[in-house]
């Protein structure tokens, strides 16, 4: 096995004229900078607040003892926290299937646009712009019972008004962020699945037609299958960015009224900044951090699977 | 690609293409009627947003809002929470943080990139996945010991820790992109590069960073926005106007009692517009970058 990967014969290897000792240590050197950063910012931080998850850590209390489990059996036997878990298992199945089932249909339809797809998508864009603070903030006043764009309409179309508390009833307010989650999501859904849709070679579709398949046919056993690696991409990408739902959720309700529309992330800032918890705080941000890895892990070994292998 | 006008089969089109059309039309408005929103109340009177029964045509534009935004006189009894907000001052602190974290990111994730995409060496497929789990620590989790640690160093409320933290969050995102775009440029290259003489450093400079250049305008611009809409550890860092960037300042405009919708939706607008001409410059590079793996896969 070569030490560069661009190494296939002798001859190129002498013109390289890099040692062995060289080429392992060049990409390590190359990867120095971006692996310091890493671990002042996050890997360090992060160990810090494993330590301090064991702790009884207060900024109040002159002394820190450590208490091994406690926090974490503190947090386990807490009804509210399974909640939030259970809340957060439910909104993320959601979420990703339903910005992945309608940008599927979407896309289908974008595909056979036969005019406009190229400002269809740059309009289908706009979202992927707005961050996500900005989205919480406008689905907070879009589902505002006073003067939300929501009720207006009902206003307008029923000739009544309506004072639906969206973001405080029980399954409205969860509801609320599940739609401003969607809307963000989808367009990015969109954009890729329907780059896969439009890579498809046309000779099995045109074969599928003289053989008489429906249009349900070629959609269940062509197009479906061919694009997996889009479907995979898409959704890979769209859960990576799950801990985002925090910022929309922390603005639209932060978790509130009471409990009602807690999630694991707005769990992590109730206990920690305004209950001042922080040693709790760091069992359930671990807690968090664990989800997000699974996830990742799960996600990425496929990625690297498809990007290494048979390159070298 | 098909001709315009016609469908994807080469077929005139019938009925049901154009009806099928009409209702793809339809769904992308109410995609697109959120944000057509945000501009048309920024430029309301606060009479007709906050009027029941509701008022849907503008009958009135004005931009009072900006103008309160940006300190501007503005008619008698124009009312704004944006009169309170150091507007020019959280400007100026997202555009430094955003512009240098992702100048020092870019450049770490570029060598990152590099060295995934063109060494083979022990650990790659470790150190790519730990990039990845870094990447995927979630913000809020992060906050809370960032927190302790910046107030201890004497970086918390400062423009010098927002800009660290910045650069590590956006190097693993940075890597993974610069990595797919310099292995679409053939290795043949750079060897050729070499066999002419080439150092390896001038190879990578001369051949290869070019070739990569419009990736890393689209990873750079990636980055940048990423710093400009993080939230989660900005509302955390940054406590006072010396430090604090837009996204955290958006709360000012939800008081208790009082709401300003118009000047957060002018805020909003003032947010919005970096991101929309970045985006229209990089999109279809991003999209390369995001979908090469899927392509190769």
Redesign the interface.
Known sequence: MATISVTKSPARARAFEISADEAKRLPWLLLTPGLIALAVVVAFPMLYSFYLSFTNYDLTRPTTEFIGLQNYIKLFSNATFWQAFGRTVLFMTLAVNLEFLIGLGIAQLMAKALLGRGLLRTVLMMPMMFAPVLVGFQFKWFFNDQVGLVNNLLYTITGQPHIIPWLVQVPLGFISILVAEIWMGVPFMVIILEAGILSLPTEPFEAAEVDGASGWQKFRHLTFPMIGPFIYTAMAIRSLDLARVYDVVSIMTGGGPGTRTELIWTYVYRLAFTGHDYATGSAMSYVTVIVSFLFTFFLFRNVIRSRWEGRE | MSA??????GRR?RIG??L??A???L??FI??L??L??ILTSIRPNME??T???I?IPRELTLDSYKILLGWPTPEGAFGLGSNIPFGQYARNSIIIATVSTL??L???T??G??FA?????G??G???G????????????S??????YARLGLSDSILGMI??Y???N??FT?WLM?GFFRAIP?EL??AA??DGCS?WSAFLRVDLPLALPGAAASGIFAF?TA??E??LAN?ITRTPASRTF??A?YE??GQFV?D?RG?CAM?VM??IP??IF??LV?RQL?TG??S?????
Do not use: C, H
């Open positions: 315009v006008g016609y469908t994807k089969a089109p293409d154009y099928r059309d209702a793809l039309y769904i992308i995609f697109f959120p944000v929103w945000i947003i906050n029941r029964p509701p849907w020092f990111s450049t770490f994730g060598l990152a590099y060295a063109r060494f083979a060496f022990k790659k497929n150190v790519f996945l990039m990845m789990l870094a990447r995927a620590v979630p913000g809020i989790a992060l809370l010991p960032l927190f302790v640690l660290i933290t650069v590590a969050l190097v693993p890597a990595d290795a750079d060897e070499l066999i390896r926005l400009w809409n939230f989660a955390v996204p955290p958006l405009f939800t709401s919708w957060m909003s947010m919005l991101a929309i985006v229209a999109q999209m995001l979908t793996g899927a392509m190769k896969g």
